[in-house]
């Protein structure tokens, strides 16, 4: 069985350590990880407040196993030591200098931090390739020893798994079908769980990666991916009159609502009239408030999504944009930044058929202030700007430089957009 290291030999590790991490902050400081010899060279005097670790030695025999401890350092160039010339040889240390911080790195058995970043990088830029993700800033902050995300450059293999996570759904999903999570997660690294554990750098890669972000955010970022644990349905309430096509036939809604699969959604037709107006709302206990309500208007078609939308879903909202051809196009969700981002993502597809997208019931300025909404944070307030400034959403825009206050969907009182637009 190996033998414990002394106590003096601990401490001496210590100072090692020390130096190492003094020259570490130089290069952090500086963003090139192929340090000088002036940025290697650093250096402690043997001081009570410089070297305390050697100091807080009292026994003689611990300071000699330092002693012992830092020759082995010397003897391989690694450090210097000097000797107070006033005391008997090697009696009194007097100052410690790093002069090869990679040779005193080996006797340690480490990786230098800077060694570990460049790696990071290398391996982070070799996964990424020509990769329309920005790995710009996750460089930049390895390289000033910074965690992006909260991700260490020891821990690039959170980042690295997570692009090669990314990518494969795009890739799989690219025929707009749903994919299910813990398949693809053990396809993919042979552990069901692994891209679960991977959510935060996911999400940070996605650019969106939010400070008020909480567990319930995970399926929406796996939803952005077309990820799910559990394929979930289309939820569809309107009139009557309206009949989903799927496959070679149709299906009547039925009151509240019926629910299909987004990729056997083909389209939509009224037998009388048109949809006038077609609503997506964010969240299930709303989307029930609304497709209960008796009194919705017959061209209203309210459409469920579940969350951050999949891409599965926003081809079937893509189909019944096109086939019910509704007079105006809307969303309703969170006042807050997800509820703006599953906005903007159902805006984009709206924009791809011909349609621009209003908000329903998103305006800021007609919340009062109470126990269940908050004040956003700076970085939140400047998200929502960019999203409203890019859509069109003055109104709202308006309202929350007014009233900067978020508000959860489900306090918000269902009403009917008819006859408004």
Known sequence: MPTMASKGAEACNKTIHRLLQRVARRVFTDGNLS???DQSSVSFPATSSSLSEYFQLERFADREDYHARLQSFARIGAVQADWDRRSSEQGQLDRVTLND??????????????????????????VAGDSELMIAPIVDAWKHGRAPG?????????FIDSIRVI????RLGASDQDLLLRRVSTQLFGDSKRIESLVRPIAYLLCDDSDDS?????????SHLGLVKHPQPMLLSGGADCRVYVGEGSIPLLKPYIGLRPD????????????QHLLTIENLASFNEAAEYSDNPDDLL????????????????????????????????????????????????????????????MNAAEMRANAHNNAPGKEQITQIV??????????????????????????????????LF
């Open 35 to 37: 340090p000088t010899a």
């Open 101 to 126: 911080p990679t040779k005193a790195a080996e006797l340690l058995g480490i990786d230098l931090p800077w060694v570990i970043a460049a790696t990071a990088i290398q391996h982070l830029e070799q």
């Open 150 to 158: 909260g991700v260490t450059a020891n821990k690039a293999s959170q």
């Open 167 to 170: 990518e494969a759904a795009r």
């Open 214 to 222: 909480d567990d319930s955010d995970d399926e929406d970022t796996f």
């Open 264 to 275: 056997r959604i083909d389209g939509l037709s009224v037998d009388s009239g048109r949809i």
């Open 302 to 361: 309210i459409v469920y999504v579940a969350g951050n939308p999949t891409p599965s879903w926003l081809a079937a909202y893509r189909r019944l944009l096109k086939s019910a051809k509704p007079s105006t196009v809307m969303h309703w969700g969170d006042i807050d930044v997800g509820g703006f981002r599953i906005a903007g993502r159902i805006a984009e597809s709206a924009i791809a058929v011909g349609y621009s997208l209003d908000l329903w019931r």
């Open 386 to 419: 960019q999203l409203c400034e890019k859509y069109g959403w003055n109104q709202e825009l308006a309202g929350l430089k007014e009233n900067p206050v978020f508000q959860e969907q489900e306090l918000i009182e269902w009403v009917p957009p008819s006859g």
